[in-house]
């Protein structure tokens, strides 16, 4: 049997921009719709994250518990969730890592599910990476909450020269309050980059004071949402720099002359 390889492919070739050639945007277009239908069909929290306490905006939170809809234009985009989509491959393969270098993380508890706290009546909830309970002698004691980011090259190069602390505040509050009510007194926190799979590892100490703060503004927020009241302003002008980003900026500002 001959076979005849001459025939033609099926597809359409054409000029750049072509829309019959652009399979890249066509097939995209489908992804980034998919992407954004199930993050449209999550349920919203009904209590304030522990990842989210350290938001340098305290109205920015009291909207985020009260499910206020953001302005037009403002939710999440397909680009947007491919990364955060990415960011929990990237967290599965860097625990995969340090299991391989002995480290024994343990990423579920004995039920099966994920480390977790709940407080204020379950208002306030948080859920970890992991808890790493032995591990080679790198000078930390375990146990060790484990918390994992995936950052693109400026962002992760930032956290190497300035700290957890100064360089993501929030990261930085995200761990002390894990700590708190895990009962832990490290975190490591493991960054790997996007860019060039290179790993950084930080040993955050808890700050029992820093933690007490930080749960007595989540109960000040929640308190304020429950009565329907909102913080102040971070901001005297909405062109804030925080305000500009800001996914309820329109709806804080409006009616401000």
């Known amino acids: 049997m001959v076979l005849d390889l001459n025939h033609g492919s099926g597809l359409v070739y054409g000029r750049a921009g072509d829309p019959?050639?652009?399979?890249?945007?066509?097939?995209?277009?489908?992804?980034?719709?998919?992407?954004?239908?199930?993050?449209?069909?999550q349920l919203p929290?009904?209590?304030?994250?522990?990842s989210r306490i350290g938001e340098e905006c305290a109205r920015k939170l009291a909207f985020e518990v009260m499910h206020a809809p953001k302005d037009a234009?403002?939710?999440?985009?397909?680009?947007?969730?491919?990364?955060?989509?990415?960011?929990?491959?990237?967290?599965?393969?860097?625990?995969?890592?340090?299991?391989?270098?002995?480290?024994d993380l343990r990423d579920r508890g004995a039920d099966g599910g994920q480390f977790g706290f709940s407080a204020a009546g379950g208002r306030?909830?948080?859920?970890?990476?992991?808890?790493?309970?032995?591990g080679p002698a790198v000078g930390l004691r375990?146990?060790?909450?484990?918390?994992?980011?995936?950052?693109?090259?400026?962002?992760?190069?930032?956290?190497?020269?300035?700290?957890?602390?100064h360089s993501?505040?929030?990261?930085?509050?995200?761990v002390q309050l894990y700590m708190a009510y895990l009962g832990l007194e490290v975190a490591l926190l493991t960054a790997l980059n996007r860019d060039t799979l290179a790993l950084h590892?930080?040993?955050?100490?808890?700050?029992?004071?820093?933690?007490?703060?930080?749960?007595?503004?989540?109960?000040?927020?929640?308190?304020?949402?429950?009565?329907?009241?909102?913080?102040?302003r971070i901001a005297t002008h909405a062109d804030f720099h925080l305000c500009r980003f800001c996914p309820y900026a329109a709806r804080c500002w409006e009616n401000v002359q």
């Open 20 to 41: 019959v050639a652009d399979t890249t945007g066509r097939i995209n277009s489908f992804i980034d719709a998919a992407l954004v239908l199930r993050n449209r069909q």
């Open 45 to 50: 929290r009904n209590y304030l994250g522990g």
């Open 73 to 103: 234009g403002r939710d999440f985009d397909g680009g947007i969730l491919r990364i955060f989509d990415a960011g929990h491959q990237f967290e599965a393969l860097s625990i995969r890592w340090l299991r391989e270098a002995g480290f």
């Open 124 to 134: 306030l909830r948080g859920h970890a990476d992991g808890v790493i309970v032995a």
């Open 142 to 165: 375990w146990p060790a909450l484990f918390e994992h980011k995936a950052l693109g090259q400026k962002s992760w190069t930032d956290l190497v020269k300035r700290g957890l602390r």
């Open 168 to 174: 993501k505040p929030v990261y930085f509050a995200q």
């Open 201 to 232: 590892h930080e040993a955050v100490p808890f700050d029992a004071a820093e933690a007490q703060r930080l749960s007595d503004r989540a109960v000040d927020i929640l308190r304020a949402a429950d009565a329907g009241e909102l913080p102040p």
